[in-house]
């Protein structure tokens, strides 16, 4: 398969509705809702959790932690709990994290278990911006959750964001992308798909699916 008929005709729409939720994805007190966005490398899924957090408050955005080391203007506890990998060690064998997985073949990132479950028990609509890999970790542990699967408007824009944010090495650019076409041949497995064209249209259509009773149809 070429990485161009990776990508389905599907990421044209803006927001396309796969399996779906029967139940309604409903979770802890006042009916919150945990959702969960994963997508390929470069995709932006951090651009678009990161307007979410600025403009929607409301809406609680978990802090997942990492053992790689933080990006010129990244800030612990905000984007990453940034910990050694004897912390992360630490935190798996005590079973504190929701899910974790090794990332591109390097770090490792996780999500704090406790913090999820204590913002659905207040009732608070949560989102976690999370890798495939750990997305299928939340689907095996909380199947009721919602997930969300962030696509690039095309292959070519796909690599030009990851080249042009110029964070990596060319080697590590390499992985990423032979990770990226893995990454997007799984969109199938995901409730939801968003293309993200743009940023505030791709974050206005999360916001108003996480805020929905169900899924269904499009929008």
């Known amino acids: 398969m070429t990485q161009t008929e990776l990508m389905p005709t599907e990421l044209e729409t803006g927001v396309d509705t796969g399996k779906g939720s029967t139940d ?76 974790w997985a090794v990332v591109h073949k390097a770090a490792r990132y996780g999500t704090p278990r406790q913090q999820v479950l204590d913002k659905l028990a207040e009732g608070r609509p949560a989102l976690l911006e999370i890798d495939l890999q750990g997305a299928r970790q939340v689907r095996e542990t909380m199947p009721e959750a919602h997930f969300v699967f962030l696509a690039p408007p095309s292959w070519d824009e796909l690599v030009r964001r990851l080249v042009g944010r110029g964070t990596e090495t060319p ?21 939801v798909t968003i293309v993200n064209a743009s940023v505030r249209e791709a974050a206005d259509q999360l916001v108003k699916l996480i805020r929905s009773p169900n899924i269904s149809g499009k929008s």
């Open 24 to 99: 309604g994805g409903q979770a802890g007190a006042g009916g919150a809702r945990l959702t969960v966005l994963a997508g390929p490398t470069a995709v932006g899924k951090g651009t678009v959790a990161a307007d979410i957090r600025e403009r929607f408050p409301e809406i609680w955005i978990s802090v997942s932690a990492t053992t790689r080391k933080a990006r010129p203007g990244e800030v612990h506890g905000v984007h990453y709990l940034f910990v050694s990998d004897e912390e992360f060690d630490r935190m798996i064998a005590a079973d504190e994290l929701l899910e």
């Open 171 to 191: 080697e590590e650019r390499e992985r990423r992308l032979e990770t990226a076409t893995l990454e997007l041949a799984s969109e199938k497995e995901f409730d």
